[in-house]
T-cell receptor
Framework: AQKVTQAQTEISVVEKEDVTLDCVYE???????LFWYKQPPSGELVFLIR??????QNEISGRYSWNFQKSTSSFNFTITASQVVDSAVYFC????????????FGKGTKLSVKP | EAEVAQSPRYKITEKSQAVAFWCDPI?????LYWYRQILGQGPELLVQ????????DSQLPKDRFSAERLKGVDSTLKIQPAELGDSAMYLC?????????????FGPGTRLTVT
């Protein structure tokens, strides 16, 4: 069965601190996709990144970086030098190739960045 | 940039009333998804359409929920009668095809409050 676990319910940091959001997934498929989304208080889901299961290369985009490790079934997200605008709920999600589109989301991690 | 449109953005209704939400996917996208997001949880798929056909409604509470996409373009999700537990964010997404389900674009959502 497919499952996404975000063990951190809430994280609070002070501006400019680095913060890592954890994501652990379960799947039986060898082909799958992993995602991170940001949901600000306004409610819309903002797409951040997609990774397929064959690409374990870490990715950096500005202050954001992602660490994908198949050996530990983890896809962690790090924000460097956090800013108040990073405050939001962040969701990790999984889509198995065979599921034809069913995105399985974790319960989300609420990040609060204080000035 | 093309976007998924949803209306209304906010809806307050009394329990036992009927309520409907509308979604207009990105032009040319064959696959349309409705998700429900209960407060504090990640989104969960309710129904998936391929053109005008339902391909997955296994999580749709069919005694009170219905969804249609008559011409394979825009879609309507209806709840009748609404219950207090239906209070949630209802998100619509679209993708070019089921095979490209990893490329889902989300609309801004409809936040439903049932009183």
């Amino acid at each position: 069965a497919q499952k996404v676990t975000q063990a951190q319910t809430e994280i609070s940091v002070v501006e400019k601190e680095d913060v890592t959001l954890d994501c652990v997934y379960e799947t039986r498929d060898t082909t799958y996709y992993l995602f991170w989304y940001k949901q600000p208080p306004s409610g819309e889901l903002v797409f951040l990144i997609r990774r397929n299961s064959f690409d374990e290369q870490n990715e950096i985009s500005g202050r954001y970086s992602w660490n994908f490790q198949k050996s530990t079934s983890s896809f962690n997200f790090t924000i460097t030098a956090s800013q108040v605008v990073d405050s939001a709920v962040y969701f990790c999600a999984l889509s198995e190739w065979g599921s034809q589109g069913n995105l399985i989301f974790g319960k989300g991690t609420k990040l609060s960045v204080k000035p | 940039e093309a976007e998924v449109a949803q209306s209304p953005r906010y809806k307050i209704t009394e329990k036992s009333q009927a309520v409907a939400f509308w979604c207009d996917p990105i032009s040319g996208h064959a696959t349309l998804y409705w998700y429900r997001q209960i407060l504090g949880q990640g989104p969960e798929l309710l129904v998936q359409f391929q053109d005008e056909s339902v391909v997955d409604d296994s999580q749709l509470p069919k005694d009170r929920f219905s969804a249609e996409r008559l011409k394979g373009v825009d879609s309507t999700l209806k709840i009748q009668p609404a219950e207090l537990g239906d209070s949630a964010m209802y998100l619509c997404a679209s993708s070019p095809s089921r095979e490209m389900a990893y490329e889902q674009y989300f609309g801004p959502g409809t936040r439903l409050t049932v009183t």
